[in-house]
T-cell receptor, first 113, second 118 residues
Framework: DAGVTQSPTHLIKTRGQQVTLRCSPKSGHDTVSWYQQALGQGPQFIFQYYEEEERQRGNFPDRFSGHQFPNYSSELNVNALLLGDSALYLC????????????FGQGTRLTVV | AQKVTQAQTEISVVEKEDVTLDCVYETRDTTYYLFWYKQPPSGELVFLIRRNSFDEQNEISGRYSWNFQKSTSSFNFTITASQVVDSAVYFCALSEEAGGTSYGKLTFGQGTILTVHP
């Protein structure tokens, strides 16, 4: 049973560019959340998707957007990249919107130069 | 607003020592969950334990145990007889009920780097 899978694992982008990160949830899970983890910090909640809708959002600018597909996979898009967007981006899935147990992927390491 | 504080930035112990990681949280909700996650160098966050706000009973699970005290808003985590493989970053996290619709948002502390030396 595959866990949460994220792609790509590493990515280097130039300031001002746009990036798309992808996440496939654990089998049987329909809720996906995204987190940003800067070096030496704890993960920060970006947003959560359920039934293809954004359900909750953290304190992130509109440059950060997302999407959930009918197969429950999800994308995180970041526009107009800043150097400060360099971080590990983690995807987590849970069985339902109310489920408290989240399973995390290995993350995508984004470096903005 | 919810907040999680892990005052210990780094802890270094020798194998077989017991180690306790401290966590203090703030929340206005009466219904919430507390978690401990482990993050090895690979980056993936590994779920360790979960406790809801209505259950203050402290338990032991293998080498892991926890001490949940609502009176002091603390949720400390102890590893007994530490091993080199326990070396990782440990995060305490809080999840509040978002108007009864979701527990999806986890608020994490800054993390504690645990190094276990042979």
């Amino acid at each position: 049973d595959a866990g949460v899978t994220q792609s790509p694992t590493h990515l280097i982008k130039t300031r001002g560019q746009q990036v798309t990160l992808r996440c496939s949830p654990k089998s049987g899970h329909d809720t996906v959340s995204w987190y940003q983890q800067a070096l030496g910090q704890g993960p920060q909640f970006i947003f959560q998707y359920y039934e293809e809708e954004e359900r909750q959002r953290g304190n992130f600018p509109d440059r950060f957007s997302g999407h959930q597909f009918p197969n429950y996979s999800s994308e995180l898009n970041v526009n107009a990249l800043l150097l400060g967007d360099s971080a590990l981006y983690l995807c987590a899935s849970s069985e339902t919107e109310l489920d408290t147990e989240a399973f995390f992927g290995q993350g995508t390491r984004l470096t903005v130069v | 607003a919810q907040k999680v504080t892990q005052a210990q930035t780094e802890i270094s112990v020798v194998e077989k020592e017991d180690v306790t990681l401290d966590c203090v949280y703030e929340t206005r909700d009466t219904t919430y969950y507390l978690f401990w996650y482990k993050q090895p160098p690979s980056g993936e966050l590994v779920f360790l334990i979960r406790r809801n706000s209505f259950d203050e009973q402290n338990e032991i699970s293998g080498r892991y145990s926890w001490n949940f005290q609502k009176s002091t808003s603390s949720f400390n985590f102890t590893i007994t007889a530490s091993q080199v493989v326990d070396s990782a970053v440990y995060f305490c996290a809080l999840s509040e009920e978002a108007g009864g619709t979701s527990y999806g948002k986890l608020t994490f502390g800054q993390g504690t780097i645990l190094t276990v030396h042979p």
